[in-house]
């Protein structure tokens, strides 16, 4: 068999308004998916605010752009 590797969507960041990126400097608290959100987020707002992450992958993306208060599960998951 043949392997054809298909790139089947790229990240691209949203453009922000000036009342959303307002709402981002307001924000208590940042919730962030996955490492390209997390970049974008310190790229726009910084690394001051409070993170949560949904797991360790993202939690390791926020490390290491200098975010200082880092929350995500142990054990991510719907339970």
Not at 30 to 36: D, F, G, I, N, Q
Not at 43 to 72: N, V, W, Y
Request: contains cysteine; proline residues 5%; glycine residues 6%.
């Amino acid at each position: 068999f043949e392997v054809v590797r298909l790139n089947t969507y790229d990240t691209v960041s949203a453009t922000w308004t000036e009342e959303q990126r307002q709402l981002g400097e307001n924000a208590a608290v940042v919730a962030l998916a996955s490492p390209s959100a997390s970049e974008i987020w310190a790229e726009r707002m910084g690394t001051r605010h409070p993170t949560a992450c949904i797991g360790e992958t993202s939690a390791d993306a926020c490390k290491k752009l200098g975010f200082a208060q880092i929350f995500f599960p142990e054990s991510p998951g719907l339970d």
